[in-house]
């Protein structure tokens, strides 16, 4: 194998996995030690840089970067289930005990660059779009049909798992950079495009819940409710009961809101029924167990049949009854079990088993190419549709995601803007910024707090759920305080602060061999990737993450470090006796619209 190569910036990148997997690239480690120090509203700050929303996202993000957590490697043969850290609830301690941070926020610019910007919809992806582009002094306005900014965040998330002030509070940190938001439905694109301005992006979002079409649908339509519709009319307090025996449809996200949302609401008798298996549901672990705590079973391999109904009034819901099986090519097939049908009675059903993307005010002849579906065709790097001064982000742009997608999206699209209309060419993106720096206080002291706990995963508290269940408006998390953050963050693993090797200063005396605890630094000799993992001390099974490769030793060997296992403890560095192994801090920012983003010339 050739040295490896760590001035690649996305080296270091992916050591950092909890980084690495999250989509707007948030420096996690780097907030979690701020919070560690009690730092909240630095905490927060870097949070809002790479994701604007983090109190918003500290409850509902999907966190993605929680399964990349290396703290659930490590301790994957020791514990039966390991956990990682609570990266995402850790976001949210920062939003709730920061300090007033708005004078730390960008300013409206006095002057603007005479640039006009329309955002449709007001959701997460417009939003960043929005916050990146004015402080640079574009003029932006934000379009929706609600009243208030906000877009999905606002009406389809209930207010048990979000509350109206935090989204108001960080929604409002964006418009008071100089947004200008407009309650106005747009029905035409090619009207839009027509009213000057330089650059349009949608962000409208998959506001169309699916259907099922089904015999009885025409007929008990009265109490069968597409879920997302629903959410928003229970959001904006145009619903405020149902039945008392509710059937919910669909196994994702929306479903658990749904079925969580229709307890609060006079629901006694909540079932969640899916076509699937219960892991293969798209609903996340924590919102299926948030679910259950509150007596909601869940029933699986049912797939609907009939809505049935007596003189229009809807009376239940027949299911066949089906078990999964798996051809060659491991594609899995749902087929009758042979039991008889099964009918379940309900006074409302809720359906939640998907959402669409719907563009009947985009005209077909302004130069916007659409697939089968009827999706826009985006470039996936710079979210720009086939007519070039059109992007889309978000839902909008490739169907229903998490909020932290929308953002990331969002990101790249206001990169492409100012590229464009600064005259660059919008496919160059820019490199992050990366900074790296030594640790070392003394000499075997490091400027961080380098001990790994062994604490389990923190649990965070919840309300009461007798009275959770009264009050829809009451959130049911109730956050870390300080002392349960404190000792949350101690679990982090600081996985950007590297193992940096220099082969000059090797004697090779194995010292950091001994004393490594996960016996992830071997001297070898050289050979084939394939090779040489199976010939360190520990061998490395994981092939997607890197050897740490160093030649150039007296003795002809290299030093291989395995990265997947590392804690990055710093027993090697104290260990060593001429200072071969040091512990670098490694930093890496994602470029966002600006001068940063444009080329030198």
């Known amino acids: 194998m050739q040295p490896t190569d760590i001035?690649?910036?996305?080296?270091?990148?992916?050591?950092?996995?909890?980084?690495?997997?999250?989509?707007?690239?948030?420096p996690v480690p780097e907030y979690i030690r701020l919070i560690a120090a009690g730092r909240y509203g630095d905490a927060y700050l870097v949070n809002w840089k790479s994701n604007v929303f983090p109190g918003i996202l500290g409850r509902t993000c999907d966190r993605p970067c929680e399964p990349a957590c290396r703290r659930g490697r490590v301790e994957d043969e020791n514990l039966p289930k390991p956990e990682p850290v609570a990266i995402c609830r850790l976001k949210r301690?920062?939003?709730?005990?920061?300090?007033?941070?708005?004078?730390?926020?960008?300013?409206?610019?006095?002057?603007?660059?005479?640039?006009?910007?329309?955002?449709?919809?007001?959701?997460?992806?417009?939003?960043?779009?929005?916050?990146?582009?004015?402080?640079?002094?574009?003029?932006?306005t934000v379009f929706d049909l609600d009243a208030r900014a906000g877009g999905m965040i606002r009406s389809q998330i209930p207010r048990f798992r979000l509350p109206e002030e935090v989204i108001d509070e960080e929604v409002g940190y964006v418009l008071n950079l100089g947004v200008s938001f407009v309650q106005k439905k747009i029905t035409s694109m090619k009207s839009l495009l027509g009213e000057g301005y330089d650059a349009i992006f949608v962000g409208s979002g998959a506001p169309r819940g699916r259907d099922l079409d089904i015999p009885g649908r025409k007929e008990a339509a009265k109490n069968i409710h597409i879920g997302i519709d629903w959410l928003s009319s229970v959001s904006f307090g145009h619903t405020t009961r149902i039945g008392k025996r509710v059937i919910v449809l669909g196994g994702g996200n929306t479903a658990m809101d749904c079925c969580r949302t229709s307890r609060r609401l006079g629901g006694e008798d909540v079932k969640v029924i899916v076509r699937s298996g219960f892991e293969e549901m798209k609903a996340s672990p924590w919102e299926k167990e948030d679910a259950m705590h509150e007596g909601i079973p869940i029933l699986n391999f049912m797939v609907p049949k009939?809505?049935?109904?007596?003189?229009?009034?809807?009376?239940?819901?027949?299911?066949?009854?089906?078990?999964?099986?798996?051809?060659?090519?491991?594609?899995?097939?749902?087929?009758?079990?042979?039991?008889?049908?099964?009918?379940?009675?309900?006074?409302?059903?809720?359906?939640?088993?998907?959402?669409?993307?719907?563009?009947?005010?985009?005209?077909?002849?302004?130069?916007i190419e659409f697939d089968k579906w009827g999706m826009p065709k985006v470039d996936p790097k710079t979210m720009r549709?086939?007519?070039?001064?059109?992007?889309?982000?978000?839902?909008?742009?490739?169907?229903?995601?998490?909020?932290?997608?929308?953002?990331?999206?969002?990101?790249?699209?206001?990169?492409?803007?100012?590229?464009?209309?600064?005259?660059e060419d919008?496919?160059?993106?820019?490199?992050?910024?990366?900074?790296?720096?030594?640790?070392?206080?003394?000499?075997?002291?490091?400027?961080?707090?380098?001990e790994i706990a062994l604490d389990k995963r923190y649990k965070v508290p919840h309300r009461d759920k007798v009275i959770a269940l009264k009050d829809i408006k009451a959130e049911v998390e109730l956050g870390f305080d300080p002392a349960l953050a404190l000792a949350e963050a101690g679990r982090c693993l600081n996985c950007d602060v590297q193992t940096v090797f220099s082969s000059s200063l090797c004697i090779e005396c194995d010292a950091c061999v001994d004393i490594c605890p996960m016996d992830c630094i071997t001297f070898t000799e050289n050979g084939e990737e394939a090779d040489l993992r199976k010939r360190l001390k520990a061998p490395a099974n994981n092939p997607t993450q890197d050897l740490y490769v160093a030649n150039d030793l007296k003795t002809g060997r290299v030093m291989v470090k395995d990265e997947d296992v590392c804690l990055h403890c710093g027993l090697c560095a104290e260990r060593c006796p001429t200072g071969a192994w040091d512990m670098q801090k490694f930093l890496l920012e994602t470029s966002q619209a600006g001068t940063q983003c444009r080329s030198r010339a």
């Not at 229903?400 to 790249?412: D, F, L, R, T």
């Open 385 to 423: 549709s086939t007519n070039p001064k059109i992007f889309f982000g978000g839902d909008s742009a490739f169907g229903p995601k998490n909020i932290i997608w929308a953002v990331a999206h969002g990101h790249e699209a206001a990169v492409s803007i100012d590229k464009m209309l600064n005259g």
């Open 306 to 367: 009939e809505f049935t109904h007596d003189n229009g009034r809807l009376t239940g819901v027949v299911f066949e009854k089906v078990m999964a099986w798996r051809d060659d090519k491991g594609k899995r097939h749902l087929l009758p079990s042979g039991q008889p049908d099964e009918h379940v009675p309900c006074d409302d059903v809720l359906v939640a088993v998907g959402q669409e993307n719907s563009f009947p005010w985009i005209e077909r002849d302004i130069g």
């Open 93 to 140: 301690v920062a939003a709730d005990l920061k300090e007033n941070i708005e004078d730390k926020l960008p300013r409206k610019p006095e002057k603007t660059n005479g640039r006009k910007i329309a955002c449709v919809g007001a959701g997460p992806a417009s939003l960043t779009v929005a916050r990146d582009l004015a402080p640079l002094g574009y003029e932006v």
């Open 426 to 450: 919008i496919n160059h993106r820019p490199m992050p910024a990366v900074e790296v720096m030594s640790q070392k206080m003394g000499i075997h002291e490091w400027s961080y707090n380098n």
């Open 7 to 26: 001035k690649n910036p996305n080296y270091f990148h992916k050591v950092v996995d909890c980084q690495w997997a999250c989509p707007s690239h948030t």
